[in-house]
């Protein structure tokens, strides 16, 4: 029972912790910046701003993530997870150089997690229609989304 319960959720899980040492990275560039030699306040102004940005988005990511994976398909919803946490880094690294340069980043994670949602959606459609209608379309949606997920990466 355990092993099948893992084995349904084992993608997630990496990506979830991958997000995680993401995190850290994050709030270790934010102290460096704190505690730096120079203290150039804008700077720290920048890092910090964010990192906040992120983490503000970061609940959202978790959850839709966690949901697509869990009512449609862990690949393609992992996948998506680690595409965004890419574009999350850009975003990041874009940031404390000029804001203007994030702004790529941003467009494009935001085009992850409305992918993540419509998974969820989609996984959640296809619960009712077995649940009430006794048909399960699961096998060509999750067809559909592992090749629309390699779509990600189109600019």
Request: proline fraction near 3%; aromatic fraction near 14%; charged fraction near 15%.
């Amino acid at each position: 029972m355990y092993s099948i319960v893992v084995e349904n959720i084992y993608l997630l899980v990496i990506v979830t912790l991958i997000s995680v040492l993401q995190n850290a990275f994050f709030l270790l560039k934010v102290e460096k910046e704190c505690k730096g030699v120079h203290k150039n306040p804008a700077a720290f102004e920048r890092v910090s701003c964010a990192n906040r940005n992120c983490m503000d988005a970061y609940p959202t990511f978790l959850a839709v993530m966690w949901c697509a994976g869990l009512c449609l398909s862990q690949a393609p919803a992992s996948f998506a997870g680690i595409i965004y946490l890419v574009v999350r880094q850009k975003y990041f690294v874009g940031y404390m150089g000029q804001t203007s340069q994030s702004t790529p980043g941003y467009l494009f994670g935001k085009r992850v997690l409305f992918f993540l949602f419509l998974m969820c959606i989609v996984g959640i459609f296809n619960y009712l229609l077995v649940r009430f209608c006794s048909s399960d379309y699961k096998e060509y949606v999750e067809t559909i989304t592992s090749a629309a997920s390699a779509l990600l990466l189109l600019p």
